[in-house]
T-cell receptor, first 116, second 113 residues
């Protein structure tokens, strides 16, 4: 079954430092991959998506992710963390992208903590 | 352009009761999915509706049921509530076309006493 694994339930960085959140996927077919962010008491906001086009995907708020098939990874990065980036981040995979109906399988999430 | 809206925002019920949660999709979207997010966990897929029919279902018991109306809005019903049903219930809407991402509402926080 398709799944995603997010390494590290918590990641702490200083403001201005590089952000790296790790996601590895398992899929028997080329997947669609997504990163979502969740702020306290809110729903999920789409940061970026990979749907088999360019392997380096740029998203909102300065985030980007690179799809690496050989490593089955889709890590999320941001060159310089801002205090407002503190939130929960979820990686998700679509198990059957060739069908018309897309359910998302989520990882367990990584909480990003940003210190001044 | 209104996004996905859910109601109510918070709800408190007791064990054995029944609950109905509501969702209005983003304008132009025709597909609605429901997810359950337990505290400290990632969202888990419950089911998806398109053209008023349940198209996919996750690993949830029959106590969880849903409906989609002609205007694409949707309801999630849960019967015989258990303590373990306490969670944030998220609605997501999208277009049925394959690569279109899902847009989420802010969720309904359901607490079971």
């Amino acid at each position: 079954a398709q799944s995603v694994t997010q390494l590290g339930s918590h990641v702490s960085v200083s403001e201005g430092a590089l952000v790296l959140l790790r996601c590895n996927y398992s899929s028997s077919v080329p997947p669609y991959l997504f990163w979502y962010v969740q702020y306290p008491n809110q729903g999920l906001q789409l940061l970026l998506k990979y749907t088999s086009a360019a392997t380096l995907v740029k998203g909102i708020n300065g985030f980007e992710a690179e799809f690496k098939k050989s490593e089955t990874s889709f890590h999320l990065t941001k060159p310089s963390a801002h205090m407002s980036d503190a939130a929960e981040y979820f990686c998700a995979v679509t198990p059957n992208p060739n069908t018309g109906f897309q359910k998302l399988v989520f990882g367990t999430g990584t909480r990003l903590l940003v210190s001044p | 352009d209104a996004g996905v809206t859910q109601s109510p925002t918070h709800l408190i019920k007791t064990r054995g009761q029944q609950v109905t949660l509501r969702c209005s999709p983003k304008s132009g979207h025709d597909t609605v999915s429901w997810y359950q997010q337990a505290l400290g966990q990632g969202p888990q897929f419950i089911f998806q509706y398109y053209e008023e029919e349940e198209r996919q279902r996750g690993n949830f018991p029959d106590r969880f049921s849903g409906h989609q109306f002609p205007n694409y809005s949707s309801e999630l019903n849960v019967n015989a509530l258990l303590l373990g049903d306490s969670a944030l219930y998220l609605c997501a809407s999208s277009l049925a076309a394959g690569s279109q991402p899902q847009h989420f509402g802010d969720g309904t926080r359901l607490s079971i006493l």
